[in-house]
Nanobody, 123 residues
Framework: QVQLVESGGGLVQAGGSLKLSCAAS????????MGWFRQAPGKEREFVAA???????PYYSDSKGRFTISRDNAKNTVYLQMNSLKPEDTAVYYC?????????????????WGLGTQVTVSS
């Protein structure tokens, strides 16, 4: 079992930045690919970014370079730095862990999920 707890969400003006954190506990953090997803009101949950076990080869949905995912395996934490935020980035952001391999961008590929953190971007 892996427990995931997100933090760092909040209210920010358009153009601002937030850094989300996801702390993991339980099984060895470095064994998992870590991902971020988000769900806006009335919409399906969508993939944002993921990073592989060693921290290499991060990959993203179409955030046009505004988001950066990173991880610190020594701290069992994955981060999502979000810059130039837009009102359409408003959503609940979820951290997820996968024991799978390769580029994992589908919800079904992830084994464990956090409860989410709200990000609200005002115009």
């Amino acid at each position: 079992q892996v427990q995931l707890v997100e933090s760092g969400g909040g209210l920010v003006q358009a153009g601002g930045s937030l850094k989300l954190s996801c702390a993991a506990s339980g099984r060895t953090f470095s064994m998992y690919t870590m991902g971020w997803f988000r769900q806006a009101p009335g919409k399906e949950r969508e993939f944002v970014a993921a990073i592989m076990r060693s921290g290499g080869a991060p990959y993203y949905s179409d955030s046009k370079g505004r988001f950066t995912i990173s991880r610190d395996n020594a701290k069992n934490t994955v981060y999502l730095q979000m810059n130039s935020l837009k009102p359409e980035d408003t959503a609940v952001y979820y951290c997820a862990a996968s024991s799978g391999w390769g580029k994992l961008s589908r919800q079904i590929e992830y084994d464990y999920w956090g409860l989410g953190t709200q990000v609200t971007v005002s115009s």
